[in-house]
């Protein structure tokens, strides 16, 4: 399976942009989805996360309130909502299934990265 990440692009502080993640080939029962972000220089980061079946949503604290996530994990479908943006938030997002049961704000939980899409914040 691959994962392809879309939507980043140039805006504005205050702005707001979409990220999706589709994923191609056979689909499987995972432990749900997730959107990391690295930023240069920086260690790749948490954003959020979205359990088997959406049930349940999972923010890091610079994201809450600000980033809203959806999808179907049953199609591998992601969604990231982006509102308020900030400078702080420039970084490459990419998509990840979460093949492990343990924390979903640890990167090692999850495996099939896709290709991230990068997202500029400007002040």
């Known amino acids: 399976v691959q994962l392809q990440a879309f939507g980043g692009g140039l805006v504005q502080a205050g702005g707001s942009l979409r990220l999706s993640c589709a994923a191609s080939g056979r689909t499987f029962t995972t432990y749900g989805m997730a959107w990391f972000r690295q930023a240069p220089g920086k260690e790749r980061e948490f954003v959020a996360a979205?359990?088997?079946?959406?049930?349940?949503?999972y923010y890091a604290d610079s994201v809450k309130g600000r980033f809203t996530i959806s999808g179907d994990t049953a199609k591998m479908t992601l969604n990231l909502q982006m509102n308020s943006l900030k400078p702080e938030d420039t970084a490459v997002y990419c998509c990840a299934l979460k093949m492990g049961n343990g924390n979903y704000d640890y990167w090692r939980e999850y495996g099939y990265w896709g290709q991230g899409t990068l997202v500029t914040v400007s002040s």
């Open positions: 979205i359990s088997r079946g959406s049930a349940t949503t």
